[in-house]
């Protein structure tokens, strides 16, 4: 799950992560009262989307005073907001951030995230602050230092005063960002996060560092246990039809392509997506309707595919081990049926009862198109969705 900006600060500033003094607000004329209650003088208004590179997109205004904060809120608000992380069809903008403003003299990185091959989190700095983290990587690499946290020792002194060195911080800021970084580790253990990131971290010019932007995402598998964060997701930040299959806990993303995919189980689902494209297709979603689906959630399944408008046919790919062949057979007719689906329907399932599943099939009347193998079967959708 992922917050804005001005959520995540209010999270890192309990656990004494020093960020700006600010105000999130709805309309131009908040935007205007809230520039006067920070002071009057020079604010930054900032577009709350999830999503970064909003500045580039011109989601963010540095501003001289109340009335041009108001004008900027007033440009700001309802746009539909273009970045490299929204897609071509940007992401309508509800409310702005009007922060105060800083002198800074210089902008750092600092990250956390699990890092999976080291089953640790990792602690992230790097220099180049305000840049996105990614081209960092890709062309100066030797600029990211890293430091992996036991998860039961925690967070050590030596490994804080290394990164700081690192970064190039000396004198009070030492200890500044030691204090800093082990505020980031409490926070992220406390929300069961999955990515901390503070891009830029800054250094003013009287020596303070603070968190001038952040982004946090959580561990849906663990918001059972953080009833407070769950009320901080922003449905309208979210895709439609991603949000209606969470009704259904069904784990479902969607993309850009024309070939609709139901599969069962997730490392199965990543490879049916990537034989679609070795096909010569694109799929249209990830949809894993998981290891014990019924007939009831394989309909709510369809619906969802059936809801995106780009989809020009639908690869069913099945190993029914929870699943049996005959449910998955009994939920696509029952769906079918009732959806009247367009759409040609070509059908993989190997394991139990798939020969009376694949019966069930036959005898529906309905024109489905059957597949021994995942090749044959992706061969045959693309060939269909053209």
Not at 305 to 323: P, R
Request: proline share 3%; aromatic share 4%.
């Amino acid at each position: 799950m992922k917050i804005h900006e001005y959520q995540a600060k209010a999270i890192l500033a309990r656990h004494g992560v020093p960020v700006p003094q600010g105000e999130v607000v709805l309309s131009s004329a908040e935007a205007r009262e809230a520039a006067r209650r920070l002071g009057g003088g020079v604010v930054v208004v900032k577009a709350q989307i999830h999503a970064g590179g909003r500045g580039k997109g011109g989601g963010v205004k540095v501003v001289k005073n109340g009335d041009e904060a108001e004008a900027a809120a007033k440009f700001i608000i309802g746009m539909q907001l273009v970045t490299h992380q929204t897609g071509p069809a940007g992401q309508k903008v509800q409310r702005v951030l009007v922060e105060q403003g800083l002198n800074i003299q210089r902008e750092l990185y600092l990250g956390m995230v699990i890092d999976r091959s080291s089953e640790r989190p990792v602690i992230m700095a790097s220099s180049e602050g305000g840049v996105e983290i990614e081209k960092v990587a890709h062309e100066t690499p030797e600029k990211i230092f890293k430091e992996f946290i036991h998860p039961t020792a925690g967070l050590s002194p030596f490994q804080t005063r290394k990164l700081a060195f690192a970064l190039g911080l000396e004198g009070n800021a030492i200890a500044q960002a030691a204090k800093l970084m082990n505020a980031l580790w409490d926070a992220f253990r406390a929300t069961d996060a999955s990515l901390i990131e503070i891009n830029p971290l800054i250094v003013t010019e009287d020596g303070q560092l603070l968190a001038l932007d952040a982004k946090m995402t959580f561990d849906d598998s663990a918001l059972y246990r953080h009833p407070d964060l769950k009320e901080f997701r922003d449905l309208a930040e979210e895709d439609p039809l991603e949000v209606e299959a969470s009704k259904y806990s069904l784990n479902y993303i969607k993309l850009d392509g024309t070939i609709g995919c139901m599969v069962n189980g997730a490392g199965l689902a990543m490879a049916t997506m990537d034989i679609i494209k070795l096909s010569g297709g694109e799929p249209a979603n990830f949809l894993d309707v998981g290891g014990g689906a019924t007939a009831e959630q394989i309909r709510n399944a369809f619906k969802i595919l059936m809801s995106d408008h780009n989809v020009k046919a639908v690869f069913i790919n099945i190993f029914g081990g929870i699943l049996r062949c005959d449910v998955l057979a009994e939920g696509v007719i029952a769906a079918v049926k009732e959806l009247g689906v367009p759409v040609p329907i070509v059908i993989r399932m190997e394991g139990t009862n798939v020969e009376q599943g694949k019966a069930m099939l036959r005898e529906s009347g309905l024109n489905f198109t059957t597949a021994d193998t995942m090749g044959d079967g992706a061969d045959r959708v693309v060939a269909l969705a053209r």
